[in-house]
């Protein structure tokens, strides 16, 4: 119980530490002349000059005042004017995260406003500085500092984020290749932006063809995630983030869907939102595999109007923007999964503005950094299966502080782990230890394992998960299609045809959820599976058995 205080206690600190610096982000203008202010109640407020089709970024000073805001090739000043230099930018109004203004650390005058240009332009991220004590303290670029280019041949797709840094001063500038899956993270510093990027080749090549770089980037409030959807490639990828070293690792992709454009994590990290044309998802982003991931699907709202970008605001809740609608839509408690997160497409009404949604929200960012020295730092973890009953883990520590044990544990969904067995800790080590451990009860199917390390005072470090699949390939079932929408085919080898068998389904708990006979001389079985909720199942017979997932 004392545990469960500490870490909500310090959960409740990270909320209130990111909304008060998250006063940057209180005054929003968008879309077509839009504005809202969340200093107070949220409130709709007038003045804006922007005419933007997708990007926008605004920002304010620590007590919520609006300094400047831009649409990636204008820059606007607190009073909707726009400054004398701030014309030419080398964003675009139809690029999905246009620009992105970053202060720049140590300084209480600079701004970085990095800017991306529009899907096939294939030109070069760059970035320009705003300097807040020029024309007459309303702000300007001074000459020599617009359009900076960062790196010649750095083709980008439409989206850049920006992570906090471990050591909660610097800041990580992330985007993604056209034509390859590279992820690009700059560190700006109290000194510039480096001079080389950190690159990671993870997960979805975003090829050149047209509108597939469009989509939002974006992280997750601790850092410790990025989602990247593909807009006419169907495809969204969800990737850890090292906000120490800037570097991407194990993907998890979704496959299959229409047209992804917005996205935004929970406040808590843990559930993804998306935008696919007319409809509004919810994901469960702590989840092993893409595939488990994409299973937990929940689809919110289908509507008439497109709904494009989708933010986290200050009041810890996120819009979503209804394409060209005065209205938009908002998700007031986002931590809940399924509908009890509460979606009102009419949650905030524009129309006092004077202006309305366009496919845009502001490019803003999260200031959660939960970064503190680790127990363990985990070197590699891998599992293999040396045979149908057998698997080998091995795991490495490059460093140990008061660590006592390693539980490993296994799971047949990836969702519920067990305990299989411990390994004494080394208690406190700065070199590299290699760990070694053997199951001999392999599951059939799927498993998943993961290592939590225990520390004396009785906190948890968990490393990542991993899978091994165990399918003999004399099996005589094969189900199809998988995944399946409504029905599914399960079709028998010659040998098993004659047979007379009954056919058990399970849900991921292990819970009986069905029966079925299948009678001599039938070929397959035909599975209804129109009332299974998303998620997999396993389907057995004698001593064999198939996986089923079923997503509608």
């Not at 804006?48 to 400047?68: C, H, K, P, R, Y």
């Not at 979704?254 to 047209?259: C, H, K, S, Y």
């Not at 990836?414 to 590299?432: H, P, V």
């Amino acid at each position: 119980m004392a545990t469960r205080i500490r870490v909500l206690i310090f959960l409740l600190f990270l909320v209130s530490q990111s909304y008060a610096q998250g006063n940057v982000f209180n005054i929003w203008h968008f879309g077509q002349w839009a504005g809202l202010s969340f200093n107070g109640p949220v409130t709709a407020i007038a003045g804006a000059q922007i005419v933007t089709t997708e990007g926008s970024a605004s920002i304010s000073d620590a007590t919520g005042n609006l300094l400047f805001y831009t649409d990636g090739v204008l820059v606007w000043d607190r009073n909707h004017n726009q400054m004398p230099n701030g014309f030419g930018l080398s964003g675009d109004v139809s690029t999905t995260q246009s620009a992105l203004i970053v202060q720049r650390p140590g300084s209480s005058t600079l701004y970085y406003v990095f800017t991306v240009p529009a899907d096939g332009a294939l030109t070069d991220l760059r970035y320009s500085v705003v300097n807040m004590t020029l024309n007459g303290g309303f702000g300007d670029i001074p000459a020599g500092s617009k359009n900076i280019l960062m790196a010649a041949g750095n083709t980008v797709a439409e989206k850049i984020t920006a992570v906090r840094h471990c050591n909660d001063v610097d800041w990580w500038i992330i985007t993604h290749g056209l034509g390859n899956n590279s992820y690009r993270s700059w560190l700006l510093t109290a000194a510039g932006v480096s001079g080389a990027p950190v690159v990671s080749n993870s997960g979805t090549v975003i090829t050149t063809a047209l509108n597939r770089g469009l989509g939002w980037l974006t992280a997750s409030p601790n850092g410790g995630r990025l989602v990247l959807p593909s807009y006419s490639g169907g495809t969204c990828d969800i990737v850890d983030f090292n906000n120490s070293t800037g570097a991407v690792s194990n993907p998890r992709i979704l496959t299959g869907l229409v047209r992804p454009y917005g996205t935004e994590f929970s406040a808590n990290s843990n559930i993804l939102y998306m935008t696919c044309d007319q409809s509004l998802m919810q994901y469960n982003a702590t989840l092993a595999t893409g595939a488990l991931i994409q299973a937990s699907q929940v689809i919110l709202a289908t509507e008439g109007n497109m709904m494009r970008a989708i933010r986290m605001a200050p009041d810890g809740k996120i819009y979503v923007c209804r394409e060209w609608d005065t209205f938009l839509g908002v998700i007031n408690t986002p931590n809940t999964l399924g509908a009890g997160c509460g979606y009102n497409p009419f949650g905030m009404d524009l129309s006092p503005s004077g202006g309305f949604n366009s496919l845009g929200l502001p490019n803003n960012y999260k200031f959660f950094n939960p970064c503190a020295p680790l127990a363990v730092e985990w070197l590699s973890f891998d599992a293999v299966l040396l045979n149908k009953d057998m698997a080998r883990l091995n795991w490495s520590t490059s460093s140990e502080t008061n660590s006592s044990k390693f539980i490993v544990e296994r799971s047949a969904n990836g969702i519920e782990f067990e305990e299989i067995g411990r390994k004494d800790a080394a208690g406190n080590s700065n070199t590299i230890l290699h760990y070694e451990f053997f199951d001999d009860g392999v599951l059939p199917g799927t498993s998943y394992y993961r290592i939590q390390e225990l520390d004396f005072n009785g906190t948890y470090s968990p490393s990542e998960i991993r899978v091994i699949e165990n399918y003999d390939v004399d099996q005589s079932m094969v189900i199809y299609p998988n995944p399946a929408a409504d029905f599914a085919q399960l079709n028998f080898a010659a040998e098993d045809q004659e047979k007379d068998y009954l056919l058990s389904i399970y849900d991921a708990t292990g819970k009986l959820i069905h029966t079925l006979p299948k009678k001599p001389s039938q070929k397959n079985v035909w599975i209804d599976v129109r009332t299974y909720p998303n998620g997999i199942y396993f389907i057995r017979f004698d001593d064999q058995h198939v996986k089923l997932m079923v997503a509608h």
